[in-house]
């Protein structure tokens, strides 16, 4: 069965450190990759998203990510974070063109000012 | 533009009651529908998912159903609630599968005591 794996489940880091927030996926074949943000209180939303091309993908805020096919990873990263990026991030699944999302546990992450 | 609503936002039930949560997207025609549980620390979890009215996928063997009585509307139910039905429920909609992005409600806390 497919699965996502997200290794750090809370995260705490002052403004202006760099992030990089882990997600590896189980499944061999074609997938389509996702990061979802959950700011406080509001709706969860599409941070950036992988389908093909360029496995460096640039998404909202500030936020990028890096396919990496052999290590079957998708890993989340920011330069420098600032306070209102506290959020839980998650990593999703979309493997074989299907209509299902397999999501990750989340992070949460929290920037002190 | 396209919105997604749900309602009720939070509901307390007791143990062997019925329940009906409820989800309608404004702005769109065949959307595919989305019902997801919120765990802490265990991410989003699929329950059931719809391509069309009438048309149910279940993912997860368990106490809820779900119904589609119209193109957007999306019903999740249950006879006789249990303790651990009690988490954070969201739908989604989207307009495919594969990469394209699924966009979220704002959930339904069920507390069941």
Same mark, same amino acid.
């Given at each position: ?9 809370h @995260?705490?880091?002052? #403004?202006?450190?760099s992030? #990089? ?11 389509? &990759? ?9 709706? &969860? ?5 992988? +389908?093909?091309?360029?496995?460096? @993908? ?5 936020? #990028?990510?890096? +396919? ?7 890993? &989340? /990263? ?9 959020? #839980?991030? +998650?990593?999703?699944v ?6 299902? &999302?397999? +999501?990750?546990?989340?992070? /949460?992450?929290?920037? /002190?000012? | =533009?396209?919105t997604?609503? %749900? ?15 409820? !989800? *309608? ?23 059931f998912? =719809?391509?069309?009215?009438? %048309? ?8 809820? =159903?779900? =119904? ?22 969201? !739908?989604?909609?989207?307009?495919g ?10 959930? *339904? ?5």
């Amino acid at each position: 069965a497919q699965s996502v794996s997200q290794h750090n489940h809370h @995260v705490i880091l002052s #403004e202006a450190a760099s992030l #990089e927030l882990g997600c590896n996926y189980s499944y061999g074949g074609t997938v389509n &990759l996702f990061w979802y943000v959950q700011y406080p209180g509001q709706h &969860l939303q599409l941070l950036l998203k992988y +389908f093909s091309g360029d496995p460096l @993908v640039k998404g909202i805020k500030g936020f #990028e990510a890096e +396919f990496i096919k052999s290590k079957f990873s998708f890993n &989340l /990263r920011k330069p420098s974070v600032q306070w209102s990026d506290t959020a #839980e991030y +998650f990593c999703a699944v979309n493997a074989g063109s299907s209509y299902k &999302l397999i +999501f990750g546990s989340g992070t /949460r992450l929290l920037v /002190r000012p | =533009s396209q919105t997604i609503h %749900q309602w009720p936002a939070t509901l307390v039930q007791p143990v062997g009651s019925p329940l009906s949560l409820e !989800c *309608t997207v404004e702005g769109t025609s065949n959307p595919n529908l989305y019902w997801y549980r919120q765990a802490a620390g265990r991410g989003l979890q699929l329950l059931f998912y =719809s391509v069309g009215i009438g %048309q149910i996928s279940s993912e997860v063997p368990q106490n809820l =159903s779900a =119904s589609r009585p119209q193109d957007r509307q999306f019903i999740l139910s249950s006879k006789k609630l249990l303790l651990s039905d009690s988490g954070f429920y969201l !739908c989604a909609w989207n307009l495919g599968r594969g990469a394209h992005e699924q966009f979220f409600g704002p959930g *339904t806390r069920l507390t069941v005591l």
